[in-house]
């Protein structure tokens, strides 16, 4: 997750990127600069619109409020269905300002998360 926010920092200067990771190792990374953050505050600034882009760790797929997000990218896919469902319901929930919310679900073809994802597809597609 480091590694993708320091690429996004480098892509996007002026963006504040979120990361909402375990108690003292969240915070908002912004040209290059990490600054910890509570996690309270980080769901305030995301809910004010002033964070629109949050990466997170498997932290961030519970207990969070983020309807004002419109796009989900799993990077790590878990193993279980209900942890997915739970990823994606941070964003698609009553409340969502979106019409319709977008959920990308990244994995190399051929690998075992390609597998894995295709078992959980099907799984929820039931």
Do not use: C
Not at 44 to 54: N, P, S
Not at 91 to 112: H, K, M, P
């Amino acid at each position: 997750m480091w590694w993708l926010a320091d690429q996004l920092t480098r892509e996007l200067p002026d963006e504040a990127i979120g990361i909402y990771a375990g108690a003292d190792r969240s915070g908002v990374m912004r040209g290059g600069r990490f600054e910890r953050t509570p996690r309270d505050a980080l769901k305030d600034a995301v809910r004010r619109g002033e964070v629109r882009l949050l990466l997170g760790t498997e932290a961030a797929s519970e207990g969070l409020n983020l309807q004002r997000l419109g796009s989900l990218i799993n990077l790590d896919l878990p193993w279980n269905p209900s942890r997915l469902e739970q990823r994606k319901g941070r964003i698609q929930r009553t409340g969502q300002v979106r019409s319709e919310v977008d959920v990308y679900n990244l994995r190399y073809a051929g690998s075992v998360e390609d597998r894995v994802h295709e078992l959980l597809s099907e799984r929820l597609d039931r």
